[in-house]
């Protein structure tokens, strides 16, 4: 049974940082596309970063890139989202997914419907 674990949310002041972890079990994340998603009340769930770990190609939505940093720990199957200089409008609920059985097809922003398996999510809350 595959379970990806979410962990690191919080509560910070605008600024401020997190890091998300993302445990998986029942599945490797080794040569496969993992991604981070968000969604916050009223609006719909957008990717905001992607990482195939076969070869740590990453691609980040243009409201995080050079804020967020995705990255991968293949001994302890986990990913990572480092969440650097938050702002309000990052406020969200945030989910990992993953794309099962995928090849080395290039990096892009994963799709919601392109993933298999999904995390329960973990709140992340700024403050202005």
């Known amino acids: 049974q595959v379970q990806l674990v979410e962990s690191g949310g919080g509560s910070v002041q605008a600024g401020g940082s997190l890091r998300l972890s993302c445990a998986a079990s029942?599945?490797?994340?080794?040569?496969?596309?993992m991604g981070w998603f968000r969604q916050a009340p009223g609006k719909e769930r957008e990717g905001v970063a992607t990482?195939?770990?076969?070869?740590?190609?990453?691609v980040y939505a243009d409201s995080v890139k050079g804020r967020f940093t995705i990255s991968q720990d293949n001994a302890k199957n986990t990913v990572f989202l480092q969440m650097n200089g938050l702002k309000p409008e990052d406020t969200a609920m945030y989910y990992c997914?993953?794309?099962?059985?995928?090849?080395?097809?290039?990096?892009?922003?994963?799709?919601?419907?392109?993933?298999?398996?999904w995390g329960q999510g973990t709140q992340v809350t700024v403050s202005s």
């Open positions: 029942g599945y490797s994340i080794s040569n496969n596309y």
């Open positions: 990482i195939y770990t076969g070869s740590g190609s990453t």
């Open positions: 997914a993953a794309r099962d059985g995928a090849t080395d097809s290039g990096i892009w922003l994963l799709r919601g419907y392109e993933c298999d398996y």
